[in-house]
T-cell receptor
């Protein structure tokens, strides 16, 4: 009965590789997000999608490309990985109701680039 | 651009104490403010959400208040327990993009 799930939970890879992180939510929410938590534990928005449409695209290198095949999934693909990409990546979702845009977070994916 | 600050960065209290965590934000045009809990190596658990039109929200031993005009929110934890030990994050949602801007968190340790 997991609400927001991410795979993999841990990802260790070398510089220059391309990797993907998958996110799925079974809450029926319309909006999904990707956040990055750096080594200092600071969380920052990267992207958001509403019904498969890109809404927010922060100042993120274009090596990062989100893809939303349907409104329950938002995947993050990263090309040419760099050391500075090492972080924990969190997926989140929220309903699009007037009353609330409460965000629900996944467990995170710890990416380590060596 | 919204900036969210949390004070203190770390707090250690004996079990049973009541405590207050502080959060301030620079842009008062927020849609809501959320408080989260993060345990080491884990994801975020939503604790309380206060809409911009509300003054406070309560859940069990937790009470969060919001003063938009002064750009402040507080999280009050009553009768703290060792199980409350975690990092507490506040996040303000902007009215346009519906994205959260997070503070850097307060790391709480409750001593048994």
């Amino acid at each position: 009965d997991t609400a927001v799930s991410q795979t993999p939970k841990y990802l260790v890879t070398q510089m220059g590789n391309d990797k993907s992180i998958k996110c799925e939510q079974n809450l029926g929410h319309d909006t999904m997000y990707w956040y990055k938590q750096d080594s200092k534990k600071f969380l920052k928005i990267m992207f958001s999608y509403n019904n498969k449409e890109l809404i927010i695209n922060e100042t993120v290198p274009n090596r990062f490309s989100p893809k939303s095949p349907d409104k329950a999934h938002l995947n993050l693909h990263i090309n040419s990985l760099e050391l500075g990409d090492s972080a924990v990546y969190f997926c989140a979702s929220s309903p699009q109701t007037v009353k609330s845009y409460e965000q629900y977070f996944g467990p995170g994916t710890r990416l380590t680039v060596t | 651009k919204q900036e969210v600050t949390q004070i203190p960065a770390a707090l250690s209290v004996p079990e049973g104490e009541n405590l207050v965590l502080n959060c301030s934000f620079t842009d008062s045009a927020i849609y809501n403010l959320q408080w989260f809990r993060q345990d080491p190596g884990k994801g975020l658990t939503s604790l309380l959400l206060i809409q911009s039109s509300q003054r406070e929200q309560t859940s069990g031993r937790l009470n969060a208040s919001l003063d938009k005009s002064s750009g402040r929110s507080t999280l009050y934890i009553a009768a703290s327990q060792p199980g409350d030990s975690a990092t507490y994050l506040c996040a303000a949602m902007d009215t346009g993009r519906r994205a959260l801007t997070f503070g850097s968190g307060t790391r709480l340790q409750v001593q048994p």
